[in-house]
């Protein structure tokens, strides 16, 4: 019984060093991971923005360059390309019945063309400056919103090609906007004057009716689902504000290392959550490369990826089954999931007179047939087999023998001999627990004590060994101080043991000095 108590504790490991931190893989990071990423290639310059057709199958449009490309969502294949343009394309947004699609260049020029024919229907002319966003309504198939560098917002009427409304209140450029998904009077834009505003066409004074400031040059705005609340995104952070609340703030997302440039709302279902509701997410993308899932109602992040190269746009369609992120260099990471709906229809129909093919059946051995008793070393087992398994023989290293029998002082001096000072420390950590690393230490000899002193001499300072050695070293030089006294050898090894430790003072004095420095400065920036 004190033989298998003992077996269960050799061979030694140091408990010094630390173990690796796994993240545990939750359902929803499976969920966001099952998008397997594969890329869109060769498109000429950084894609501006990404938008989905709210008509299914949800082909995507991209702006990239002077060019509007459009995709298909089940191959990711381009289907057409839009290049009416005299400058590069800042946004693009489709028309609730997909039919129709406008977009914005930095001309300032504003244009709606047709999904299918491609031909430009109506060319909108009113902005000065470079238009950086343009928005059709929820629901609304006469009218644009659009937002650009000379401040305004405007409201155009689509079919008269002229705005209805000119929106005045932000004083430097207007970045972003969107629609309120329960009204298609109401919108919100964002600005690099820090500053997000809601309006309401019905309003006659073309005054906003809410602002909110972000603190940080807005890069981009949305409304979550409810309408009752936006995200907006500038600097690092990605902020959450209650519009019903009258703008107060819910909550600042601090993630990001790098300005976040674009944001949009997730759908999960309950495969993933394991609820029978459907919940939303805010999916964000940056220019450190890492796209952020957030989960607005637990208020963490739930998932993140990376990117090789900065991000700036992101979508995802409206059917939950594919998402894309452009990047800054022209590339598009291109993500599908397919659903265990749709694997379990491919595996379990038929269609087009093909038929599957039914594997061969293999004959079961029976205990009763002779064959049963002359199966071979590489038969697997049965379901309902018994498995009588083996134990693995460990084998022990000279120090783990020696410890097994108690001979404690051959197993430090065995150790020591040894190059691995993670095995050195795990028997010490051993004899400590049995209380025998002192009594090892008073019964070496003066060529073994020079071992332990050389050993002391290379690793004590090393932090993760430091907290045991150093205590060590205390102790051998206050029982062992006579025999140090009388051999040359040993106080070599002492002084360069010291030396080794006023070094390491030095350092640590050194970098205590560096703190003292930035520790004012790091509070100074804080404030600011």
């Not at 498109?43 to 923005?49: A, K």
């Not at 957030?294 to 089954?321: E, G, I, N, Q």
């Not at 060994?465 to 006294?485: A, F, Q």
Request: hydrophobic letters at 35%; one cysteine or more.
């Amino acid at each position: 019984m004190a033989e298998h108590q003992l077996s269960k504790t050799f061979p030694v490991k140091p408990k010094l060093k630390a173990k690796p931190r796994t993240p545990k893989e939750t359902p929803e990071s499976k969920y966001w991971s099952s998008f397997k990423s594969q890329q869109i290639p060769n498109l000429i310059s950084s894609i501006t923005s990404l938008t989905y057709s709210p008509t299914s199958p949800h082909p995507f449009a991209a702006t990239h360059s002077a060019s509007l490309a459009l995709f298909s969502s089940q191959a990711f294949a381009p289907t057409a390309t839009i290049s009416s343009f005299s400058d590069v394309v800042s946004s693009a947004s489709f028309r609730c019945d997909g039919l129709l699609i406008a977009a914005s260049d930095i001309s300032g020029l504003v244009q709606v063309f047709d999904v299918k024919s491609r031909n430009p229907l109506r060319k909108l002319r009113s902005h000065k400056r470079p238009v950086r966003f343009v928005k059709y309504p929820v629901a609304d198939k006469l009218h644009l919103i659009s937002g650009g560098d000379d401040a305004l917002v405007k409201y155009w009427d689509v079919a008269g090609e002229n705005p209805i409304s000119e929106l005045q209140g932000h004083k430097d450029y207007v970045r972003c906007g969107d629609c309120s998904p329960v009204s298609m009077e109401m919108f919100v834009t964002g600005s690099y004057d820090h500053t997000v505003k809601l309006w309401d066409v019905r309003v006659t004074d073309s005054k906003s009716v809410m602002e909110v400031n972000h603190g940080k040059p807005v890069e981009d705005v949305i409304f979550l689902p409810s309408g009752g609340l936006i995200a907006t995104a500038g600097g690092d952070s990605v902020k959450i504000w209650d519009v019903m609340g009258g703008g107060k703030m819910v909550y600042s997302i601090e993630s990001h290392n790098k300005t976040v440039t674009s944001l949009c709302v997730g759908k999960i279902g309950r495969d993933c959550v394991g609820e029978e509701s459907q919940q939303y997410r805010i999916m964000s993308v940056a220019l450190d490369g890492y796209m952020k899932v957030f989960d607005y109602a637990k208020m963490k992040v739930t998932h993140s990826m990376r990117f090789p190269a900065p991000l700036l746009s992101v979508a995802f369609s409206p059917d939950c089954t594919t998402r894309v992120i452009g990047t800054s260099n022209g590339i598009i990471y291109a993500g599908k999931r397919k659903a265990k709906e749709a694997v379990e229809s491919v595996l379990g129909d038929y269609k087009g007179g093909l038929v599957p093919v039914e594997e061969p059946q293999r004959r079961v051995l029976r205990p009763s047939y002779f064959r049963y008793f002359h199966r071979g070393q590489g038969e697997k087992p049965s379901e309902g087999d018994y498995l009588v398994m083996k134990a693995k023989k460990v084998k022990l290293a000279e120090h783990d023998k020696l410890l097994k029998k108690f001979r404690h002082r051959e197993a430090l001096v065995s150790v020591l001999g040894s190059k691995n000072p993670e095995n050195v420390v795990a028997v010490m950590e051993e004899l400590v627990a049995r209380k025998k690393l002192l009594k090892c230490v008073s019964n070496l000899d003066v060529e073994e004590l020079g071992l332990l002193l050389m050993f002391l001499h290379k690793h004590s300072t090393i932090p993760r060994y430091s907290g045991l050695l150093m205590s060590l070293t205390r102790k051998v030089l206050e029982m062992r101080d006579e025999d140090i006294r009388a051999s040359d050898a040993l106080k070599s090894h002492v002084r360069n043991l010291k030396r080794s430790v006023d070094e390491e003072i030095k350092i640590q004095n050194f970098l205590l000095e560096i703190q003292g420095i930035i520790s004012p400065l790091l509070r100074v920036a804080g404030r600011r």
